[in-house]
Every structure is written in structure tokens, then in C-alpha cells.
């Protein structure tokens, strides 16, 4: 069967799990043929897959409950990377060491609830609306601040911060979930979402689409050089030290079992009805479903490694 699968951003190292399951034949041998599609903006892609126009994709979890909020009937059916670090990025010279120092700066957010987060901290910070200017960089953050078109933006640890650090010029980073008091990034958990009509429709093939990411996230930890040769093969602009760099710091935060964690869809329900997003009689329950999660007990064991020998040749030779 032909699955459409869109992208929360373009093709990078934390997409590699679903990448590596595809190119090992891992969806194919359950008879999944994955088309991996990519988006021009971030923000297409809860309407895309909310209008059930492409009905699986990736977008973090904190989209989930904007979406639902919004009458978008999407469910994520698990995680691909939980809670990596997110945070105001900036060069050290623009002496953004507190939420404080965002007076008369230019902040950049990727999209619409980006902006909402920066309002809210500062908000309770005591800033006015008035003595900061937002900016949308969409995907291009951590150009936008080493161009100097911001003085900080909104980015991953793992990802944008590596990237301006390639400059070779001191940064300052600052968490949202510590300005939030959030004790934790699970807002930012990049999720398997689908459409609702597909979660009824096909269930078998959502648990085999799981399955076959799990082992595709199994053979990245295990394999973790000859995986990334795939996305240097597909994107040969993403073949240097940078990405490879990159690729090994978002590493940790694969999703080991793939599975929604409740303590933080509470927690992220929550700091959605504080900003805003969703009302305080939302149930956050509503938003996912571990039914489609593989049990690892239950799966071959050697499945990856059946034909190591022979999946890392290939891997090699392609």
C-alpha cells in the first residue's frame, strides 16, 4: 500500500529512524510503501494532515492539541524524539543571558505558537509586548541569527544551536522550559501524528507502520555511522561534519519504545490551557493512542540484526 508520509520539516538527521526503516525495506516487508514528502513551511503541515489530505506525518506535541483545539481530528501515535532541548538561541554579543535582556531585541519564532510562547514568558516576566519585536523565520532560524536578521530565535540544542555555533562565535542559549517552569521540553517532542479516519480505518497497518519505525529506530542506536550514510546518500548537501555533528547530538533523544508518555501530555496539556491554545475542559487523553506501539517481546529478536551483514553492505554500497 502507498503511504504518504509528510515531514514536519525538511530531511535532516532526526528524521533518520523513519529514513533508515525505509531504505532497509523495513516498511516494505509489511507492505508499506512510505513516500516521504516534505513541507515548504512548518505550519502546512497540521492543516495537511488535520484536512486528512495527507493523513500520517511528524509534528511536535505541542501542534496536538492546537490541532484538536481547532477541530483537526489527529492523534499522535507515537514518539520519534522525546523532549529534545529547546530554547532561545543567540550570539553571546547580543547579551541575551535572561528573558530580560529580549528588551528592544528582535526574537525569531519558526511558527504561530513559536510567538505565543515568547509572549506568554515574557508576559510573565513582567515585559510588555511593546518593548520586544517577533519575528517568523519559519525554517531558516539559525541563518536568520547569524545574519543578523534577529538577535535570538527559537531552536533545538541538538539542531540550530549547532548550527550557529559552526561559526565559530560564542552563544547564549536559554531554555523555555526553565523560563516556562515547564520541568521538562515535552512540548517540542516530535510525534507520529495521524488523521483519525486512518486510525479507524486501518489499524493493522498503523501497528505495522509502527513496527517497522521501531525497527528502524532500533538499527539507528545500534548502527549509528552506517544510518547516517543514508542521509548522506538521499542529501548529499547534508554530507559534512555539521550534520553528522548534528545527527550524533539528536542521537540521545530517539524514542527508545516509541511511546506516548502520559506524565507529559498532562504537562504539555496544561501549559497549553496557559497559553492559551486549548481550554481548561480539554482532556489531554484525547490527543494520542498507544495501540498502534509494537511490544519488542513480541517481535523477533534478531530482526535486525537477522541480516546485519548483509543491510550494512548495503548500506555501504549504495
Known sequence: MNLPFLLNWYLNPYHIP????????????VDINLILLEPISPSDVTITIGNNHIPIGLKAMVHC?????????IKSIGTLLDEPPTGLISLARNKIKSIQDIKGKRIGYIGEFGKIMIDNIATNAGISKNEYQTIRVGMEAANAIINQEVDAAIGLSCFQLLEVEEKNEPTNFLRIDHLANLGCCCFCSIMFIAHEKLINKEPNLLKNFM???????????????????????????LNNALYNKIFFHVLPFFSRDLKNIERDWEKVGKYSTQLGI?????????????????????????KVSLNKTERNKLCLQK
Open 211 to 237: 513496527q517497522a519505525s521501531y525497527l528502524g529506530a532500533l538499527f539507528t542506536r545500534e548502527n549509528p555511522e552506517q544510518a547516517f550514510e543514508y542521509l548522506a546518500i538521499l542529501k548529499p548537501k
Open 278 to 302: 486549548v481550554n481548561k475542559n480539554h482532556n489531554y487523553k484525547d490527543c494520542f493512542s498507544d495501540n498502534f506501539i509494537p511490544d519488542p517481546g513480541l517481535l523477533i529478536d534478531n
Open 65 to 73: 492539541f492546537a490541532a484538536r483545539s481547532r477541530n483537526y481530528p
Open 18 to 29: 523513519i529514513l533508515v526503516a525505509k531504505e532497509l525495506g523495513f516498511y516494505q516487508e
